[in-house]
Every structure is written in C-alpha cells, then in structure tokens.
C-alpha cells in the first residue's frame, strides 16, 4: 500500500493559550486556520477540553461556519462533548484521554477502562454522520478494540518516539519500527491510520514515509516555530517536508 498523499492536518490550540493568557482577542484562532487554508494545510485541529484552556466553544463554532477546510475536533468521550459535537457536527472527531492537571496530551486513551463510554460515544457519533478517530498508543490490542467499537480511525500517538529521537536521534528505530508495524496492521484490518503528538521537521520527515498513514496532526511545533518564522512558512516548510518524504 502506498498512499502517495499524506494530508497535514494543523493543531491550533496554542494559538488560543496565547490569545486566552491576556484574556483578549488577540491572536484569533480562526485566523491562524485561515492562513493554514492558504498555506496548503488539509485539515484544522482544536481540542475542546472540560476546562476550555485554549479553544472555546465560540471558536468551534467559527471554525466550522467560517473555515473552507474540515475540522477534526479532538474530546474526551463525556457527555457534555458529545452533545457538543453533535450540535456543531464537524468533519471528525478524535476522542482523546483528558486529565485536568496534565500539561498536554499524555497518551493515548484507555480503551479497557473507559470501554462503555467510548462505545456510546462512537455509536451517537456515528448516527449523526461524524467521523470517528480514537487516540491510541501504539499498541496491537488497542487497534483491535478499536476496529471492535466501530471506530473508523485510528490515530496512532507519536509522543514516545518523538522523545526518543530528541533525546538520541540514533536511538529511535526500534519505536519507529514498532509504530509501522502496528500502523500496517490497522490498515490491513480496515481502519483509516493517522499519527500525531510531538513532531517536529525531522520526526515528520521520518514517519512520513509510513506509506499506509493517511493524515499526521501536528499543532505545537509548527505554532512554536511560526513565532520565529511565520505561521505561513512554518505550514508550507511541513507540507513540503511530507511531499518530499512520500515521493
């Protein structure tokens, strides 16, 4: 399988801690999408979490009423975020752990322990016609139980191989080697395969050429980077590094 197309999907959640540090307007995600739109980005990521940290439920709203690219939105399979998303309905949703006093993302979900709630979640998803991805590490048994709950992505978290490689860039082909693997069996079982957390330039050129991925989310770096650079040129250096990865 070789999918020569790999889509960039841009994560523009930091661009609201920012605006959302001085309680103003200012920076303005919708914004930030609409110059990924032009930038060549396939996709808009923001992760609505329970204490509205970075994006807002007015900010969903504008991105899908005001942005020409499919929002994928990442939430906790709760109540309060599903009903959310079936009120706004956007392209996607990635359901995602959430813990109030982590950081960022600290893995992928704990299907075994939350399987109920997911499978509810997936089902009311899926009646109202929204995509389903599940964030998951890479791990055999959780692509199972996710083709098992009717999922229809899997995207498969990156953050540990992205650690490895920057702590010992000669050290990371194991973790690497692990995620094809499980990247490959996914496909081949039928689900779609995304991949994100912690990638930079050089951990996305790598796992770019994981021919079966159809999608890599990438929101951190390419914000961090773009005060330096330019949100524009971030985003076109990236989808330039991922063409050049799959040609």
Known sequence: MNNKYL????????VATIRNARGGIHPDPLKAAQVAYQAGAD??????????????????ARLIEDIGLPLN????PTIEMLNIAIKHKPHACCLVPEKRQEVTTEGGLDIDSHYDRIKNC???????EIRVSLFIDPNKKYI????ELGADIVEI??????????KNKNNYQQEIAKINDIANYAYDI???????????????EIISKISVLMELNIGHFIIGESVFDGLDCVIKRMRAIINNARK
């Open 7 to 14: 889509r960039l999907g841009v994560n523009i959640d930091h």
């Open 43 to 60: 996709g808009i990521t923001a992760h609505l979490r329970e204490d509205r940290r970075h994006i807002s439920d007015k900010d969903i």
């Open 73 to 76: 939105l990442e939430m906790a």
């Open 122 to 128: 997936i089902e009311k998803l899926k009646e109202n």
């Open 144 to 147: 199972e139980k996710a083709k």
């Open 157 to 166: 978290h990156t953050g540990t191989f992205a650690e490895i490689y920057n």
């Open 190 to 204: 039928g689900l779609e395969v995304h991949a994100g957390h912690g990638l930079n330039y050089e951990t996305t």
